[in-house]
Structures are given as structure tokens and as C-alpha cells.
């Protein structure tokens, strides 16, 4: 529409007594505007048509949206525009919260708004995962770190809320950015079983781990304590949840004694000062042990197995924990399952040196078995098939910082042979042979007797 000193001309061959007090209002977008003129001179003579051109492009509002994680006071980063997969939008209200306009961010993270926009307007925009949404939203896991016009200037509105006020003057409004961040994580810890250490001694933590897209460094916090252990950081114990770890290498663990499942919690935090889910430390400790079984063991091969068996013609056998001392630690009687087991309970500590003596007796230092019974070999069978090499009712147990099972003892039931006695019968003389009575044996384990 045009105009002259602020009257809409409406129809053609208007004569302007003042060319500059014409105006145009273009219809809003991308115009070109174009209308004809002519001069009259003083004689009346017209000249032909001249042609005014003025084209207009539209006001815009448009910026970009950054993976932004840096914790720092600006709106900047790696353009994004589907964060975990997820398309984002943006949304053009009006200063009452109308929309006026949504479109998706491309895939370069920008956006760009220019239907509808009006000079000296104040408008918003929103980021979410919607469009036509009056208030933001992002992906699960995913949190506002700013928002900012950086064309008039880097840092950020004041109100991380994922909105941002413009407003629009005669000039198009560029860099209108917003900044999100991806929430840490944190990594979950489970330990294989382990040796509980007794008493006061500390156990190193699983190094502490996590990830973030955007920060290099994250902060590790304990946010709960074990209830059977006590965590120590650089020597010092962990007496309060909430407690920030600078090195997670000097984390180490005592539990409490015998069998213990230690769980503690911890987060990371990363640059923009986003807490990620909470991780669990899991670490299992169980008693050392020294265990094995009796066999009556008879079958003359080099392994140590056959049946099992605690009491040898009625008579209970024990096992005794020998130190390197020759002092004997723990006793104890063979089970109906023919098994002993030693642990920590007991005495036993790690890295120790035993020996295990097979006895009649409790407390034995040295092996006996009952009459008629003989040892036939002594194994840990855990380490390999097989005997120790000395058959003597004893066996040698290293213990370092794992349980020891399978340490075996072989016994055997001497056999007998049985006595014959005939009745008189007369002499068969000269060179006439007797029939002597047919010998005779009984063994408990071998089905063969040589004679």
C-alpha cells in the first residue's frame, strides 16, 4: 500500500505535491514492490512511465541449537539436532504465549522463523521435543544448559528454562541459540568374590567410571555407605555420604569379617554441573578356606578318590591345621560325607604356609591311623588329579589369598588272609599228593587278591 503524508492512495494518476511525504507498507515476506511514475512539465506535456523497484526480504528470527556441556557461561558447542534420536523444534509465541509458528531444527541444529514477524515486536522462542509446545521439553536424560541472543552478545539469558525472549526491531535477529546437555553416567561395579581380608585391612575399590558427551572431566560423589564396611579415601575413612572423590584410585574398602556383600552408590557430575543416576559397587567377600575330603582309596592307582569315609573300623579320624611352627591351629572331625573344612574362624589367615595332618586323634600333629589301616596318597585335587608324592598322611597347603578345596587324603583297609586248618586224614605215602584247602583272602576295596 502506498501512502502520501500517511493517507492510503487508492487509486492511480494521484498527484504528489510532496515526493517525500510517500511511504509503501509491503505486504509481510519476500517482496518485490513495483509501481509507475510520470512527470508533467509546466506545458503540460507528460513524459513516459518511469518504474520504481523496491524489493524486501522479511524480517527473521533464527539461531542454532548446541550439545553444550561445558559448564561455562556461554551458549556454544557442537550443533544438534536430534538428541538420542529424538527431533527437537522450535517455536515462534507471541508476546501473550500464542503460537504463531513451529518448525523442526534441521539437521545442521539451526532453525529460522520470518512469516508473521513485525517490527518492533517482542516475541519467545521455545525448544522441545514437540512442536507447537508453549513450554520446553527434551529427551529423557537430556537437561537446558542456556539460552542466549548471542548476536548481541556471548553468555546466556539468565533463566535456563529451554525459552528465550527476541525482540524485534527493524533488523533481522540472527544467533537466537539455545544450549542442552546430556546427563552423565555412571558405571556400575561388580567384583568377583574375593578373600574377606579380617581385621583392619583395606581392599582396593574398582576404579570408578562414567561418561558424558560432553565433558572431559566428570566429579565422582559417594552418595551412600556400606552398612558392614568401612570406605576409606587415601587412608582417611568415609564417615558421610555425599562425599566428592578427586581420585577414585585411593578408594579402598575394610568389610567387616566373614562372609560380607559390600554395596555402596556414587554419581558423576559433569561440567555443566549435571548429576548423572545414581551406580552400585557391588563387592563380595568370603571366608578363606582350606577343605577336603577322606577316601578309602584302595584301587592302587596314582589318584586319591574312591569312597568316601570317616570312621575306619568304627574308629573317627580328624583333620588338624598344622602351622609352619609344627603347632597345630585347628582340629577337626571327619564329617559322615567324609569332608573338613578349615577358614578364617579357625586361624587360618592368608599367606601362610600349612600342613593338613590325617589322624586318630584331634589336635595331631602327626598322622595315625587305626590298625589295619594304611595311607595310600594325599592330593589337592583342585590343583590337579594325582598325590603329593610321599605317602604319609600328610599334605602341604600354601595358602596365599583364595580358598584351597580338594585337599585329599587316600586310606586303605589291609587285607587278610584267612587261616585253614583241615581235619586229620591219613598219609597218602610216597609220592601221592593231598589237595591243599583252598586259600583265601577278603579286602574292603579290591576285588583282586594275589596269593
Known amino acids: 500500500k502506498l501512502y502520501y503524508n500517511g493517507t492510503q492512495i487508492t487509486a492511480p494518476n494521484f498527484v504528489v505535491a510532496n515526493p517525500s511525504l510517500l511511504t509503501v507498507d509491503p505486504d509481510d515476506g519476500a ?5 509507475n511514475y510520470t512527470t508533467t512539465d509546466e506545458a503540460g506535456v507528460v513524459s513516459d512511465p518511469a518504474t520504481v523497484t523496491m524489493p524486501f526480504t522479511p524480517l527473521t528470527i533464527s539461531g542454532t541449537v548446541f550439545d553444550d556441556g561445558d559448564g561455562n557461561a556461554n551458549v556454544n558447542g557442537t550443533a544438534i539436532a536430534t538428541p538420542s534420536g529424538t527431533q527437537l ?10 503460537v504463531l509458528d513451529t518448525t523442526p531444527i534441521a539437521a545442521n541444529g539451526t532453525y529460522s522463523f520470518s512469516s508473521g514477524i513485525v517490527a518492533n515486536t517482542n516475541y519467545s522462542v521455545v525448544l522441545a521435543t ?4 508453549t513450554s520446553s521439553n527434551l529427551p529423557a ?30 533488523v533481522n535477529v540472527p544467533l537466537v541459540d539455545f544450549g542442552i546437555n546430556h546427563k552423565p553416567t555412571a558405571d556400575d561395579k561388580t567384583e568377583p568374590t574375593q578373600i574377606n581380608p579380617g581385621g583392619t585391612t583395606q581392599v582396593t575399590v574398582p576404579t570408578l567410571t562414567g561418561a558424558d558427551d560432553e565433558s572431559a572431566t566428570l566429579v565422582y560423589t559417594i552418595t551412600t555407605l556400606p552398612a558392614n ?18 581420585n577414585p584410585a585411593l578408594l579402598t574398602v575394610d568389610p567387616d569379617d566373614g562372609d560380607q556383600t559390600v554395596v555402596f552408590n556414587y554419581t558423576t557430575t559433569d561440567e555443566a554441573g549435571v548429576v548423572s543416576d545414581p551406580a552400585t559397587v557391588t563387592m563380595p567377600f568370603g571366608k578363606l578356606t582350606i577343605s577336603g575330603n577322606v577316601f578309602d582309596d584302595g584301587d592302587g592307582d596314582t589318584n586319591v578318590n574312591g569312597s568316601a569315609i570317616n570312621t575306619p573300623s568304627g574308629t573317627q579320624l580328624y583333620a588338624t591345621l598344622v602351622d609352619g611352627t609344627g603347632t597345630a591351629v585347628a582340629t577337626k572331625a571327619i564329617d559322615a560325607s567324609g569332608a573338613y573344612s578349615f577358614n578364617d574362624s579357625d586361624g587360618l589367615t592368608p599367606n601362610t604356609a600349612y600342613t593338613v595332618v590325617l589322624s586318630t586323634t584331634a589336635n595331631a600333629t602327626t598322622p595315625s591311623l587305626p590298625a589295619n589301616w594304611n595311607n595310600t596318597g594325599e592330593n589337592i585335587n583342585s590343583a590337579g588329579a594325582g598325590n603329593d608324592g610321599s605317602v604319609d ?15 585329599d587324603f587316600g586310606i586303605n583297609h589291609k587285607p587278610t588272609a584267612e587261616d585253614k586248618t583241615e581235619p586229620t586224614q591219613p598219609n597218602p605215602g610216597g609220592s601221592n599228593t593231598a589237595v591243599v584247602p583252598t586259600l583265601s583272602g577278603a579286602d574292603d576295596e579290591s576285588a583282586t587278591l594275589v596269593y
Open 229 to 246: 564396611a568401612t570406605l576409606y579415601y587415601n587412608g582417611t575413612a568415609i564417615t558421610a555420604p555425599n562425599f566428592v572423590v578427586a
Open 130 to 133: 514437540t512442536a507447537n509446545a
Open 141 to 170: 536424560n537430556w537437561n537446558n544448559t542456556g539460552e542466549n541472543v548471542n548476536s548481541v552478545g556471548a553468555g546466556n539469558d539468565g533463566s535456563v528454562d529451554g525459552k528465550v525472549d527476541v525482540s524485534v526491531g527493524t
Open 31 to 35: 517482496q518485490t514492490v513495483v509501481f
Open 89 to 98: 523444534h522450535a517455536t515462534l509465541l507471541d508476546a501473550g504465549g500464542v
Open 393 to 407: 598322611g600328610i599334605v602341604s597347603v600354601n595358602v596365599v589369598t583364595t580358598s584351597i578345596p580338594a585337599i
